[in-house]
């Protein structure tokens, strides 16, 4: 094929490439093209030079306009920290019984509390706060201590059987393993306490048994439980008439505290968390538990 001709279809010229028949046609590039990559090129250079670019020995070209990304960063962080401090310092200073009162802070607590929980708390407690094996439900359950806000903020504070000097203590006595009750008594006691929470257990039990149960249980346990088995806020002792089990309400589960004993752990979020963020959490546990009723 002779270089220059004109292929008919097209009327394009050719290159005088030929393979298998097929001829190369020499189309000229489209003018759109040539004005697209002349703006690119020209914006390239226009951006290059009002921003940051080119690095150099004792630094970078810092651009006309002068941005500075990470000077952007520490004012939008400080600004961000100043908004803060505005609420923080009213949470701080604020009575519980008021801030609950003000829908705009306890919007803030909601929001700010929920990613506290998540960060903090929801590993051993849940994502919904309501608990998981070994771990109260902080949504519904009785607080072993108690339901004062401040008292619940303390707990937060100190832990339980935690690092503080100031930590609660809870402790369940190991009633078989330190041989303080034979086996047959652990029994008893066991069906008395699972009576306690299960109206027909209680109904289709022996009287006589659950008698003798309540009998080791006034003798054994009720120091820390009270003599009703509804726990007491002196001991941190849990409410055993209830539906709410940290360790699970089966008899198995039952038996192995009664013979084993318990002793669970929470963290002392002194200087873990500041105040206004345990503040915060126990205003955000109380809310919990005030729309669950």
């Avoid at 046609?25 to 690119?40: Q, S």
């Avoid at 505005?86 to 919007?107: C, E, F, H, K, N």
């Amino acid at each position: 094929m002779a270089v220059g001709e004109r292929d008919k279809i097209s009327g394009q010229m050719t290159t005088g490439h030929e393979w298998n028949g097929i001829k190369e046609l020499n189309t000229p590039v489209p003018k759109i093209l040539y004005i697209v990559l002349t703006i690119a090129v020209c914006f390239a250079v226009i951006w290059t030079i009002l921003n940051p670019s080119w690095p150099g020995i004792n630094g970078y070209f810092r651009g006309l306009l002068g941005v500075d990304q990470k000077a952007e960063v520490a004012e939008v962080v400080q600004q961000a920290q100043m908004d803060r401090a505005t609420w923080t310092d009213r949470i701080v200073s604020g009575d519980y019984a008021a801030i609950q009162a003000d829908p705009a802070l306890m919007t803030i607590v909601r929001e700010t509390g929920n990613t506290l929980f998540g960060d903090n708390c929801a590993a051993c407690h849940g994502t919904s706060a309501t608990g998981n094996p070994g771990f109260p439900n902080l949504t519904q359950a009785p607080t072993m201590w108690g339901d004062d806000p401040e008292i619940i903020a303390e707990t937060i504070r100190v832990g339980i059987n935690g690092s503080s000097d100031d930590t609660r203590y809870a402790q369940m006595l190991a009633f078989g393993r330190d041989q303080m009750l034979e086996s047959e008594d652990i029994n008893t006691v066991v069906t008395y306490v699972q009576a306690l929470s299960q109206p027909d257990l209680a109904a289709a039990t022996d009287p006589e048994l659950l008698a003798t149960g309540a009998t080791i249980f006034a003798e054994n346990c009720a120091a820390c439980h009270g003599e009703t088995a509804k726990g007491l806020t002196d001991t941190g002792a849990p409410n055993l008439t209830d539906a709410f089990w940290i360790y699970g309400s089966d008899r198995a589960a039952i038996r192995h505290s009664v013979f084993a004993g318990r002793a669970g752990v929470m963290p002392s979020w002194e200087g873990r968390l500041t105040p206004a963020d345990i503040k915060l959490l126990t205003l955000y546990v109380l809310d919990l538990r005030a729309n669950a009723q």
